[in-house]
């Protein structure tokens, strides 16, 4: 019952906000999102209308789609009670209701919110997930090692990730970037279970915070500029944030506990790549807001991104089993790095554009 309030506080602050009325699924439920049909079709346009696609989510506020945000919401609802099951397995069981809710915070870390006597509300930004799925997507299809041959050239990924971190960057949660192509096989199977991993990563830490009792200290913060206004959080102080961080990878390696060496050979890579693929967008994305000039709500709140991928790390090599658990990580994190030239190049032309 107590979940039920809070997600009834949840639909309560989405309409408050004026993202959303609710959450029901879609009476018609035709996709009318834009979107790639086949690989050879993205960044394929004359220059120009790729980057009026990126100038128009800078000066165009798009409105929330309530379709958008139920499939989101989805997502939440199925990871969410995955997440306190986890823990529960890890020997954590979790004692206060907590429930998941999509909502344009700006962040790219959950927000908790306490709600007085009902639980605890965490606010999961909408374009986190977008931006997730379409990284994955993007990279196992530009990189030969997901599968041959690559489905996009490098300049192509280049766009598809401009168009991805454009819509989180400016979008207010509201934007999706273009659609990419469904996947299948391998690919399709990799991105699926990393996606699953890495989201579970946002809601563990969240829970992490419950299970360790920083919430009881926390100091309430509001930061006046989410796209939806002034919006109150949690703040615990970065000690805490990094054993949140660390509470959350041991639950998460838990699941791993019972495979075999083989299984643990090509799963325990993957865990520790969607684990740390979290802070590297958060790394990635911090850096370019700071370039563009922008400001992400709650920026303080955690420690900088680089200093929670560190103390991961180190949590992390003192517990995985296998010799390439680290590997899929680092290819990840060195992938983005090569990108964001191409996706800063595109950045310079919008600003151009924008003169
Ligand atoms: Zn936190």
């Known amino acids: 019952m107590t979940v039920e309030e809070l997600r009834n506080r949840h639909v309560e602050l989405l309409r408050d ?38 100038v128009d989510v800078r000066v165009r506020p798009a409105a929330y789609r309530p379709g958008h945000l139920h499939d989101q919401q989805r997502t939440l609802d199925a990871l969410q009670p995955e997440v306190l099951h986890l823990a529960r397995a890890a020997g954590r ?38 931006l997730l799925g379409a990284v994955l997507k993007i ?90 206004g002034a919006l109150d959080a949690q703040s615990v102080g970065w000690p805490r944030e990094h054993d949140a961080d660390r509470l959350a990878a041991t639950i998460m390696l838990h699941t791993l506990d019972d495979l075999g060496p083989r299984e643990l050979d090509a799963h325990e890579p993957c865990l520790v790549g969607a684990l740390l693929l979290v802070l590297f967008l958060h790394e990635v994305t911090d850096r370019l807001t700071d370039e563009l000039g922008l400001t992400v709500p709650f920026a303080g709140n955690h420690p900088p991104p680089v200093r929670r991928i560190q103390t991961l790390v180190e949590h992390l090599t003192e517990r995985v089993r296998t010799p390439r658990a680290l590997d899929l990580a680092a290819d990840v994190a060195s992938w983005l790095e090569d990108q964001l030239t191409g996706v800063r190049e595109w950045f310079r032309r919008v600003d151009e554009v924008l003169i």
Not at 95 to 121: E, K, N, Q
Not at 154 to 175: F, M, P, R, T
């Open 93 to 130: 069981p979790v004692d206060t209701p907590v429930f998941a809710g999509v909502f344009p915070t700006g962040t790219l870390d959950a927000l908790s919110v306490p709600v007085p006597g009902r639980g605890i509300l965490v606010l999961v930004n909408t374009s986190l997930l977008d």
């Open 139 to 228: 990279m196992t299809v530009a990189l030969p090692n997901y599968g041959t041959p690559p489905l996009l050239t490098s300049e192509q990924a280049s766009y598809a990730l401009a168009e991805a971190v454009n819509a989180h960057l400016y979008g207010n949660g509201a934007v999706e970037a273009r659609r990419l192509p469904e996947l299948s096989g391998q690919r399709l199977a990799l991105v699926a279970l990393m996606a699953r991993r890495a989201t579970q990563f946002v809601l563990a830490h969240e829970v992490g915070h419950v299970l360790a009792g920083h919430l009881v200290h926390a100091r309430r913060i509001t930061d006046p500029d989410t796209p939806v």
């Open 17 to 54: 906000r004026r993202v959303v009325d609710r959450l029901d699924p879609r009476a018609h439920p035709a996709d009318t999102a834009a979107r790639y049909h086949t690989w050879t079709q993205v960044a394929a346009e004359p220059v120009p209308g790729r980057l009026a696609r990126l």
